[in-house]
């Protein structure tokens, strides 16, 4: 990503991050608000969470319209991305399948939420699931829901999409160039700080992932974020299996959530943990998966696909999830300070809609798009645990 050489002295909205979601709000507010806006990112585009993220594009959410309706908008917005913004970005369909026993009210209640809304879904009874997937064993599930048109893409190269085409909006965009901390006057922030002075400005945008807390803790706002890290394996199946599956496997992730899988492109399958619980410090973790996890996640995946057991492991890596109470975003504004954070391992299929959704308070003060008070910064000061927690896995 190329950068300007000189950072300017003011603008009407300086964004902090150059992940999906503020590159998202970068491209959404140069292209509805008639603006000055300037990107600023401590490392380069796409790299952090956003980087690291499975960035699977489903719609089930259960009973859960807000986040059904965001998904929904956005993967189409992703299908139409280089009509939208003249940048093409890697994108893949896979089916996401939910696998059910009787008393599993989440799964079809996801069923028939996609159903109202007129999004593709399929209901399969255990027979037609083994048909239609043989490459699965098991028993304890009755029936499964398909979100049909789901999908997966890659965070860093939708990221590097919406900041060209935030520049050719005429985006100010600065890599390699940390945020040390936030300007104030009369108790609203007007400004940021970097290594090369002040950018002054009226709205400014934290979108940094796990460094969030830290810049608002500097204003006094309090964030309740953890950042957990998750472990990430890649498959490369062996032929046998490519050839007497030529489709893989779909997206899937079995009840409890603690562990999902997904295509890969080139053939592989990818692996990983969820939620796990492991806080870590985001400048400095293990970036190399724990050898006993390697182990149980090939375990788990081989008792339930027993073809894949000669799979050799193409990649491994580790990243964080920027985790709430609740598991539900926060997207705020403050003093002067718009909020997107917390997206707690399932942001990246909602990027698009984030940057409407943030383009829409800082021109409006307000948005139709969703209802914003669910995603309040006020709901851990009436609740510590803020919105109800509901399985959200991938």
């Given at each position: 990503?190329?950068?300007v ?29 008639d ?32 986040y ?40 079809m ?152 899988m ?88 909602h ?18 798009f ?16 803020g ?8």
């Open positions: 990503m190329s950068t050489p000189s950072q300017p002295d003011g603008a009407d909205v300086v964004i902090v991050g150059g992940g999906i979601m503020g590159t998202s709000i970068a491209f959404f507010t140069a292209t509805e608000l603006l000055d806006v300037v990107l600023v990112e401590a490392d380069n585009i796409g790299s952090g969470s956003t980087g690291d993220s499975s960035a699977v594009l489903r719609h089930h959410y259960g009973d859960d319209e807000i059904t309706k965001m998904a929904w908008w956005s993967h189409q917005f992703y299908r139409q991305f280089s009509e939208k913004t003249g940048e093409r970005i890697a994108h893949a369909d896979s089916p996401l399948v939910r696998f059910a026993s009787d008393d599993d009210s989440y799964v209640d996801g069923y028939e939420t996609l159903e109202s809304l007129g999004i593709p879904v399929s209901l399969y009874d255990r027979d037609e699931v083994q048909e239609r997937y043989p490459m699965f064993s098991f028993d304890e599930f009755d029936r499964a829901v398909s979100d049909d048109s789901a999908g997966y893409s890659d965070g860093a190269d939708v990221a590097g999409g919406f900041a060209r085409a935030a520049q050719e909006q005429g985006v100010t965009i600065l890599t390699n160039t940390p945020v040390t901390d936030l300007t104030t006057s009369n108790g609203r922030v007007d400004g940021v700080e970097t290594e090369l002075g002040t950018i002054s400005s009226e709205n400014v945008v934290l979108a940094a992932g796990p460094w969030t807390p830290r810049l608002a803790e500097s204003i006094g706002i309090e964030i309740p974020i953890t950042t957990e890290r998750e472990q990430v394996i890649i498959l490369e199946p062996s032929e046998d299996y490519k050839n007497a599956y030529p489709e893989l496997t779909p997206t899937t992730a079995l009840p409890g959530g603690s562990w999902y997904r295509p890969d492109f080139s053939d592989g399958i990818l692996v990983a943990t969820h939620h796990s619980g492991e806080q870590v410090d985001p400048d400095n973790y293990k970036n190399k998966p724990d050898e006993d996890v390697l182990l149980e996640l090939t375990d788990k995946i081989f008792d339930v696909i027993p073809e894949l057991s000669d799979a050799g492991i193409r990649g491994q890596y580790c990243g964080v999830y920027s985790t709430t109470p609740d598991h539900d975003f926060i997207i705020d504004e403050t003093k002067n300070c718009y909020l997107a954070c917390g997206f707690s391992g399932h942001g990246f299929k990027g698009p809609a984030i940057g409407k959704i943030v383009a829409d308070l800082i021109g409006h003060g307000e948005t139709d969703i209802d914003i008070d669910h995603f309040s910064l006020d709901r851990f000061s009436e609740d510590a645990d919105n109800s927690l509901s399985d959200e896995a991938i």
